[in-house]
């Protein structure tokens, strides 16, 4: 393949399979068909965490109709949720729920990169909060690529860890993302100042990037 960077010194493919530990798996990085190969494969595992029960159901705002959520995903990061009546119920059954082993992969065990929350929410004065649920030494454990198991990290219902750039946790605790939206603010306004951008190049970096990653 060759780059503005140069040729590359990896081949992928004809006679050069010996020279490789595992033979590669899915699609180069900038393939055409990479989003929809995933698109498929990633529906068919979050079909089975629904057949199997694993999910949530939620009540739409404005319509009121009822959806059934496995979780959100984008390339390789993911958000699995599960609810149910009993803590511990709910904790077994998302032991029960790593699919990653079926296409070939592995969990990264990272402890900033998977982590895992139980909370049992709570009406009090007139708002839901989520204080973490006991669950009596009960342990979340993954399978890893080196064939061990491994405990993951569990975090208090309102600890704020990155996903996708969001500061989401249970709690609805916004103190690290608003923190994270003024750094960025402060960050952008100085690169604007010192590029010397004109009246008009200015208004639309405002408007058509600032405003639309606030408003989404």
Same mark, same amino acid.
């Given at each position: @393949?060759?780059?503005?960077f +140069? ?5 992928? $493919?004809?006679?050069d ?6 033979a590669?798996?899915? &699609? ?11 698109? /498929? ?8 965490h ?11 705002? /404005?319509?009121?109709?009822?959806f059934?959520?496995v +979780? ?8 699995? /949720?599960?609810?149910g009546?009993? %803590? !511990? ?7 029960e729920g790593?699919?990653m082993e ?8 990272d %402890? ?5 929350? !139980?909370?049992?929410?709570v ?8 204080p973490?649920a006991?669950? $009596? $030494?009960?342990?979340? &454990? ?12 569990? !975090? ?8 996708? +750039?969001?500061? @989401?946790? %249970?709690? +609805?605790?916004?103190t690290? @993302?608003?923190?994270?939206?003024h750094? /960025?603010?402060?960050?952008?306004g100085?690169?604007?100042?010192? $590029?010397h951008?004109s %009246? ?17």
């Open positions: @393949m060759r780059t503005v +140069g040729d590359s010194e990896i081949v992928h $493919g004809s006679d399979w010996e020279i490789w530990l595992f590669p798996q899915g &699609v180069s990085p900038g393939n055409a068909a990479g989003p929809a190969i995933w698109s /498929i494969l990633s529906s068919v595992i979050f079909d089975i629904c057949n199997k029960g694993q999910s949530d159901e939620f009540c739409s705002a /404005i319509s009121s109709q009822l059934l959520l +979780g959100l995903a984008y390339v390789d990061d993911c958000d699995l /949720i599960q609810s009546t009993d %803590p !511990l119920e709910v904790g077994r059954s998302m032991q790593d699919l079926v296409t070939g992969g592995a969990l990264n065990l %402890p900033s990169k998977i982590y895992w929350y !139980l909370v049992e929410y009406w009090k004065r007139g708002k839901w909060v989520a973490d006991d669950l $009596g $030494g009960f342990d979340l &454990v993954a399978h890893t690529a080196d064939n061990e198991w491994v405990s993951m990290t569990q !975090l208090s219902g309102n600890q704020e860890l990155a996903m996708l +750039g969001l500061f @989401m946790p %249970p709690s +609805g605790n916004k690290r @993302m608003l923190e994270k939206l750094t /960025i603010a402060i960050e952008l100085a690169k604007v100042r010192m $590029g951008f %009246p008009q190049e200015t208004w639309v970096e405002f408007s058509c990037t600032l405003l639309v990653n606030s408003y989404s």
